[in-house]
């Protein structure tokens, strides 16, 4: 087998795990659900806002605060967004284990070449 057929072997047992398809899963419940879109837009602005404010040294008023914490509750309440969040994670952390299991593979080889 060459390496670029191991690669699609790879990738198509990736696309078939199940980490994969609750990915697959959460992102079509996200990517129908513009309530979840816009708090997540929402908080996107105000991540970007609050950087500018710190970039610029200057502090956080408290409307801004308070804001801030509501729009994180409104996260945190949403459980589209949570879903999609954890499969998210749950995904990486698989990639992160093959990525893990190949380095492991070719550091076994480099030691015996």
Do not use: W
Not at 92 to 111: F, I, P, T, W, Y
């Amino acid at each position: 087998m060459d390496l670029d057929q191991a690669a699609r072997t790879l990738g198509q047992t990736l696309a078939a795990s199940p980490e994969f398809r609750e990915l697959t899963t959460r992102e079509k419940a996200y990517a129908g659900d513009a309530a979840a879109q816009k708090l997540v837009k929402d908080a996107q602005e105000a991540g970007a806002r609050l950087q500018a404010l710190q970039s610029a040294g200057k502090k956080i008023d408290a409307s801004e605060a308070r804001k801030l914490v509501e729009m994180q509750a409104n996260l945190d309440a949403c459980t589209v967004v949570q879903k999609l969040v954890a499969a998210q994670k749950a995904y990486d952390a698989l990639v992160q284990k093959v990525n893990g299991m190949v380095q492991k593979s070719v550091e076994e080889h480099r030691k015996t070449t």
